[in-house]
């Protein structure tokens, strides 16, 4: 193959098959319960089995005598070593400028516990079964408390108080928008639509469970966490600057492997602060592993919210303002994103792809007995398109109009498009996406399928839903000004070897995204050399410069574009040599296809050659240019970005029985450029699956009385499975961002933000009903189906 | 403790263990295979996948003593030497795999699947699939993968 075959298999916009693949497929991946260090003991916490109670005493004689047991820790003893408590990244404000309020968090429980599944201790032994064991033996005098689960009554004054500094258990009382303007244009409507929304909560369940191992090195005082993270180095800088385990310096954390994140891996938690903290007491590395009982009741969970909304319209169906009050579920304790998912994650969002002149939004983060509430797979953006599809789509059929029309008519169409709610929107065309998802799906015979299916006995819908997301997360003092502790920029490192192979060390984290292949394809691309020549590295913190990770759909946008800005400076240092090589002027050097030639010449250099001359030293002044190639770059992006599509779901539901079926699932989304077809479409399928999991399965409950979390396994938190879903059809259109240099918009979330309420919308549509509550399963939708 | 001997991807075995230890833990803890994995504690998500006698079985369901005798076959065990098994290629070419976590054994899952039903259609693959989560693909690509590894093998 030439370079230019070359670059077309492997370059930007091709379906690269995964370098990462081949690890997975034969078994040899590396994943943290993979790995097993010499001498490692094992770690067994003993968990909370109330909701809310005192810890009034702890006995653990028992357990310290069983067999194997190494040590046995508890909330005393972190306290006595200084290590301070788990941390929110974000601070928010209430609307009278008072700082959100909550209580500390403390890595083992100290005088309460505050939701099922809170640590209490911590059981270290030979062996993970004997820590198991031994745990059962800690005796913890509990002093049983009334507890609150729910928003609804959270904040009411006799409400059981989660920490006595949130009084009525309001963390926050926040508000953004324009009230007085959005007063005004509900005063001026000719119609309003309003519905009461709730967005169930839910569980991420990445297939492979948290984990860590936590290692001190008594000769060099450097400890060791390997985590399932997706942030490694934002672990090590909390578990430094706030937990204080361990001097930055003196703390390695490396994620390998990990198996899946959707946002539930970002947080600091417990366990792995104990893991490495604990290795230092026992003079061994301390592993652990949770069982998914554990990651049902300890894991961040997602969305809860209770949501009322209002869509103010004029005489002619022009959207004239949205009011939205909505109480947001955090949960316990704060994790690292949970004070802006349901703030500036969520209402900077409802303006959606139309015209909305007037927005104002409350929201009260509202304190729960229940397992904290943190950012999962779309975070906050989900649960603004859930809000303002389901007004449109209403507002549509109480206007007796086509739903595609409706929206049509309501469109944002001249970019950049300042909303109401902070968004400079600043590319888009979402009729392009709306009209390929119609085509796609054949919206003209939607009446004709319907009427086959109702000849059957079926009851067929379609629904809409054209939802806008915020990624590329985000420039920094953008996000500062919002309450940010961290600025959202990423890093890259491009390493040339001298024999012209390349190490990219990147900030992002891969854990699923198929990175490895991505970034290597953009490398390839631009240096023109062989995909098989570029290495990237990530999750190492003793390798990588810094990083802030992978969520919010950020690596392609943020983490892409540093690679990008790092090449610039590779090239650009390569070509100052080049010339001095090719005894040439600089300006006529060009570089093209992994080749330095000088301009109108035959003379040229090999991607490779220049490496070397790169690091021999001999044919440049190197009191002018250094020896060696490798740059580096910290990308802060202009702007998020913001891709968009028309998601439309038709289903079919059995009036008998009240299951819902999915006949087709259509996605068009515009995320800019592409640089990997295949892995894009794969995560629109990975997306849309969740969010057509959260639409008709998944649930996460806690019983009202006692705050047990009562889906807390497999048996009884339904996860899709592969005879739940369809075939999913996914189309793109593409404009491609103006805010960073490869106009990447990214890709990771769409699919669960798109689907939901396309999916609920359908089901209406199906049933004539006004409303329907998440999950739809077959109760649900059979009630609905037969007026009960 | 016990000892439980058995032959794993072809050789024998033998590890003294607690006659609690699952198989999983046998394989992956005593015998280091670590591409079997454990994604639950009821049996719902087949990351555990192996084949003992050359039938799929959740290896975090049995004890290992009782596969003792038996053979067992592992991710690990699968490709002919260099040569991938024609599902592990599948997987690759129709990117049926995101974070790898369930691939061990949805991989495993589909081998025993084609043998049992060599040509299955779209239905049978996603109904035969009930036993194994993928919380990345929808599942989308595992179903495509499955389906084209049956038209060549
Ligand atoms: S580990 Fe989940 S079924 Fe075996
Ligand atoms: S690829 Fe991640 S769970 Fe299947």
Known sequence: ?788 | MTVVAMQVNGKQVSADVEPRTLLVHYLRENLQLTGTHVGCDTSQCGACVVHVDGKAVKSCTVLAMQAAGALVRTIEGLADGDKLHPVQEAFKEHHGLQCGFCTPGMIMTAVDMLRRIPKPDETTIRHELEGNFCRCTGYHNIVKAIKAASEVL
């Open chain 1, 1 to 788: 193959m030439n370079a230019i075959d070359a670059k077309k298999a492997t370059g930007i916009g091709a379906s690269v098959p995964r370098k990462e693949d081949f690890r997975f497929i034969t078994g040899n991946g590396h994943y943290t319960d993979d790995i097993c260090r010499p001498g490692q003991a094992y770690a067994c916490f003993v968990r909370s089995p109330y909701a809310h109670a005192t810890v009034d005493d702890i006995d653990f004689a028992d357990a310290l005598a069983a067999p194997g047991v190494i040590l046995v820790l508890t909330g005393k003893d972190v306290a006595a070593d200084g290590l301070g408590g788990l941390i929110c990244g974000w601070l928010v404000h209430s609307k009278d400028g008072s700082p959100m309020k909550t209580g500390a968090h403390p890595v083992l429980a100290l005088t309460h516990v505050r939701y099922v599944g809170d640590h209490v201790a911590v059981v270290i032994a030979e062996t993970a079964a004997q820590a198991r064991d031994a745990a059962e033996l800690v005796d913890v005098s509990y002093g049983e408390l009334a507890s609150v689960t729910a928003v609804s009554g959270a904040q009411a004054p006799d409400a059981p108080q989660v920490h006595p500094e949130a009084p009525r258990n309001t963390c926050f009382e926040w508000e953004l928008g324009d009230k007085a303007a959005t007063e005004a244009a509900f005063n001026n409507a000719a119609k309003v639509v309003s519905l009461d929304i709730a967005n169930n909560r839910l569980i991420p369940n990445a297939m492979e469970p948290r984990a860590a191992v936590g290692e001190y090195d008594k000769g060099t005082g450097v400890y060791t966490l390997y985590t399932t993270s997706q942030n490694p180095h934002v672990a090590r800088l909390v578990l430094s600057a706030f937990v204080g385990v361990a001097p930055e310096n003196k703390l390695r954390v490396i994620a390998p492997d990990v198996g899946g994140g959707f946002g539930s891996k970002i947080f600091i938690y417990s366990e792995e602060t104990v893991c490495v903290w604990a290795s230092k007491k026992v003079g061994r590395p301390v592993k652990w592993i949770a069982d998914r009982s554990e990651s049902f009741v300890s894991d961040a969970h997602g969305r809860d919210h209770q949501t009322h909304a209002e869509l103010a319209l004029d005489a002619n169906g022009k959207m004239l303002g949205l009011r939205v009050k909505t109480k947001a579920n955090l949960g316990a304790y704060l994790q690292l994103f949970s004070a802006s998912v349901p703030t500036y994650l969520y209402a900077t969002l409802l303006s959606g792809q139309y015209d909305l002149p007037a927005i104002y939004c409350e929201v009260d983060g509202v304190l729960t007995h229940t397992a904290p509430v943190d950012a999962y797979r779309g975070a906050g953006r989900p649960e603004a398109t859930f809000v303002i599809e389901r007004l449109v789509e209403t507002a549509a059929r109480e206007l007796g109009e086509d739903p595609a029309e409706f929206r049509r008519k309501n469109f944002i169409r001249k970019f950049p498009h300042q909303t109401p709610v902070i968004m400079a929107y600043d590319v888009g065309d979402y009729e392009a996406s709306l009209n390929e998802a119609c085509r796609m799906i054949d919206y003209a015979n939607f009446p004709q399928r319907r009427r086959e299916a109702e000849a059957r006995g079926m009851r067929r819908g379609i629904g809409f839903s054209a939802y806008i997301e915020a990624c590329g997360i985000a420039p920094s003092a953008a996000v500062g000004s919002l309450g940010a502790g961290v600025g959202l920029w990423e890093s890259a490192e491009v390493r040339v070897n001298p024999t012209g192979s390349v190490e990219v060390l990147t900030g992002a984290h891969s854990h699923g995204q198929g990175h490895e292949t991505t970034f290597a394809q953009l490398v390839s691309d631009r240096l023109g050399i062989p995909i098989e020549s570029v290495e990237i590295v990530h999750g190492d913190t003793d390798k990588v410069q810094f990083g802030m990770g992978t969520y919010g759909s950020r690596s392609g946008a943020v983490g892409m574009s540093a690679i990008q800005v790092a090449l610039d400076k590779v090239i650009a240092k390569a070509r100052k040599i080049a010339a001095h090589v090719l005894e040439a002027g600089e300006g006529d050097i060009v570089f093209e296809n992994g080749h330095f030639t000088v301009a109108g010449t035959d003379r040229g250099l090999a991607f490779a050659e220049l490496a070397l001359q790169a690091y021999t030293g001999h044919k440049f002044p190197t009191s002018e240019i250094e020896p060696g190639l490798k740059e580096t770059s910290f990308y802060d992006p202009t702007n998020f970005t913001f891709p968009a599509g028309t998601h439309i779901a038709e289903v079919e539901i059995d009036p008998g029985t009240g299951v819902v079926k999915v006949i087709k699932f259509v996605a068009v989304d515009d995320f800019g450029n592409i640089i990997n077809p295949m892995i894009v479409e794969g995560q629109v399928h990975g997306g849309v699956a969740q969010g057509i999991g959260q639409a008709l399965l998944e649930n996460a409950v806690y019983d009202p009385d006692t705050g047990q979390l009562l889906s807390g396994s497999f048996m009884d938190y339904c996860m899709p499975r592969a005879d739940d879903l369809p075939s999913f059809d996914v189309g793109v259109t593409v404009t491609a961002a103006p805010s960073n240099p490869l106009g990447l918009k990214g890709c990771g979330e769409a699919g669960a933000i798109g689907a939901p309420p396309a999916i609920i919308n359908a089901i209406t549509d199906a049933l004539g009903v006004r409303d329907i509550a998440m999950p739809v399963t077959p109760e649900r939708a059979w009630r609905a189906a037969n007026g009960l």
